[in-house]
């Protein structure tokens, strides 16, 4: 059994590095009318505009709260997906195929039997998981990963089953493939893979645009379901009132088209919309309030410019009848989890937005204006960990999964 490890102390201020000590330098009361964002490095993509004021690189913010990292478990094969259980345990997901449950005390379980082979290699394996709505009375839960599909090809798809617990640790039974993203394809790089409930019952699944070059499987075309925000029932079937329903060609259970790798999804408490991080291409990871039909952009718009150097198509940022994102970041932080904070453990925090960053190695804390970020910090930076994902726990500290083969589950609360 493993047990809880030694807590590490770390204070918000302190100066770690030289991106920290940037931060609490931009932090200090700037006399211009721009005060200094988190981000200090030049974009990426040269001469590019944001569609309005505030759309990337929101004021440095510092917190006034300190806090402390705990490691409440390690030896985590890059953790990816994390919700908790209503006894207060946490289940989560390893991208290589296991899902655990985790105790308060640190303990970790088994992996559960009866899951899925995945397809693994690259970006490729077990991701996401939700609840049920009705968990504690049906025990069922969901989960993303990559399936083997006819060919050699593969594909998201996403599972339902029966989480049980007898004798030996975790089961699941009845599983059912419940959704399977079309086309199946071959590479094995942006993929999507994240779960969330909207109020209303129905389960949003986050589908990434499977680095195809434009033109084959597009995220602009409606005839599949890659660069998608998918809309499902619990049953897998497409709900009536998706935008899309009755619509030739179209898949029905297509919510919203345009998107690259999104990576992020949570339901904001206040507005009860879905919300969702991307990664784009080299600077331009992008914030997004996905609306019904709705067209946002990739690949035809962008910001930041294409691994090669060269402009994402025609080079544009805007274009009509494609939504803009509501925050964009070039240089990108390579997105993965989010969480919108309701909590009182954290007062200062209230009403913020987390975002984990893998390749910034940090946890990003947004302050929010309605639909607009208006600050920006970067916290955990001195842990120089991946960051995959942020989850609010039920007592109200954030729970974040750091990504490498000595994955860690850390609790953050005040000090
Ligand atoms: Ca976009």
């Known amino acids: ?14 100066a770690c590095g030289p991106r920290q000590s940037q931060d609490a330098a931009a932090a200090a009361p700037a006399p211009s ?62 991208r290589v195929g296991r899902l655990r449950i985790l105790t308060r005390g640190g303990a970790l379980s088994p992996p559960a039997s009866g899951a899925p082979r995945v397809v693994t290699g690259e970006q490729a394996g077990l991701f996401g998981l939700a609840l049920d709505p009705g968990f504690a009375r049906n ?44 086309p199946a394809m071959s590479g094995l790089a942006n993929i999507g893979g994240r779960l969330v409930f909207a109020p209303d019952g129905t389960l949003f699944v986050t589908v990434g645009d499977r680095f195809e070059p434009t033109g084959q499987h597009d995220a602009q075309t409606l005839d599949n379901d890659l660069g998608k925000i998918i809309r499902i029932n619990p049953d897998g079937s497409a709900p009536k009132d998706n935008p899309f329903v009755g619509k030739p060609g179209a898949r029905p259970e297509i919510w919203s088209y345009g998107h690259r790798n999104p990576e992020s999804a949570a339901i904001n408490p206040w507005t009860h919309q879905l919300w969702t991080v991307e990664h784009g291409p080299r600077g331009g990871d992008e914030v997004n309030i996905p609306q019904a039909g709705k067209n946002y952009g990739w690949p035809v718009i962008s910001y930041g410019e ?74 955990l930076q001195d842990l120089g960990e991946r960051i995959r994902d942020v989850i609010v726990g039920p007592d109200g500290a954030l729970y974040v999964l750091t990504d490498n083969s000595n994955g860690r589950v850390l609790r953050i609360a005040p000090k």
């Open 306 to 379: 294409d691994y090669s150097g060269r402009p994402v198509g025609q080079g544009i940022n805007a274009h009509a009848g494609m939504e803009q994102p509501i925050y964009y970041w070039d240089p990108v932080i390579a997105p993965s989890g989010m969480a919108f904070y309701d909590a009182n453990l954290f007062p200062a925090w209230k009403g913020n937005l987390f975002v984990g960053g893998l390749a910034s190695t940090h946890l990003a804390r947004l302050t929010l204006a309605g639909a607009r970020v208006v600050g920006e910090e970067w916290l």
């Open 1 to 14: 059994m493993r047990r809880l490890l030694p807590i590490l102390l770390l204070s918000a201020l302190a």
């Open 33 to 94: 009318a721009s005060p200094a964002p988190a981000e200090t490095d030049p974009p990426n993509a040269r001469g590019q505009r944001p569609a309005f004021p505030g759309q990337t690189r929101a004021p440095a913010l510092t917190t006034t709260t300190a806090f402390q990292v705990q490691t409440v478990a390690k030896g985590l094969d890059h953790p990816w997906g994390e919700a908790f259980l209503p006894d207060g345990r946490m289940l989560l997901t390893e």
């Open 139 to 182: 025990g069922l839960i969901y989960f993303a990963y990559m399936e083997r599909r006819p060919g050699g090809l593969s594909g998201l798809s996403v599972a339902r089953a029966k989480l049980s617990e007898a004798g030996g640790g975790p089961a699941l039974n009845g599983l059912t493939v419940i959704f399977r993203a079309q």
